[in-house]
Nanobody, 123 residues
Framework: VQLQASGGGLVQPGGCLRLSCAASETIFRGNVMGWFRQAPGKEREFVAAISWSGLTTYYADSVKGRFTISRDNAKNSVYLQMNSLKPEDTAVYYC?????????????????WGQGTLVTVSS
């Protein structure tokens, strides 16, 4: 497994979760990392992305101000801190690796996908 996401679960509205994604060094080093999500009955959508240096980040408007993407290059890992969760955040969350931040507008530029972790926001 080259991308292993974890940290999903059931949380009440207003709660928080931290997703983690561990990657193999070959697909992590030097690459952009991102998170996407797919809600039941909907298409997969972009959530957040971070450059190799960590200096550049992008967020979907729907999560801006609530979610924070970060990475630890020494651990080949990327994280998604999710605060103030809403029921509409319920989805399977996927981590992704790419060579370009263009993934924020077009997922076809994703090179590798993780297996997904389910986040359910419900009371």
């Amino acid at each position: 497994v080259q991308l292993q996401a974890s940290g999903g679960g059931l949380v009440q509205p207003g709660g928080c979760l931290r997703l983690s994604c561990a990657a193999s060094e070959t697909i992590f080093r030097g690459n952009v990392m991102g998170w996407f999500r797919q809600a039941p009955g909907k298409e997969r959508e972009f959530v957040a992305a971070i450059s190799w240096s960590g200096l550049t980040t992008y967020y979907a408007d729907s999560v801006k101000g609530r979610f924070t993407i970060s990475r630890d290059n020494a651990k080949n890992s990327v994280y998604l801190q999710m605060n103030s969760l809403k029921p509409e955040d319920t989805a399977v969350y996927y981590c992704a690796s790419a060579r370009s931040l263009t993934i924020r507008t077009d997922a076809k530029y994703v090179d590798y996908w993780g297996q997904g972790t389910l986040v359910t926001v419900s009371s």
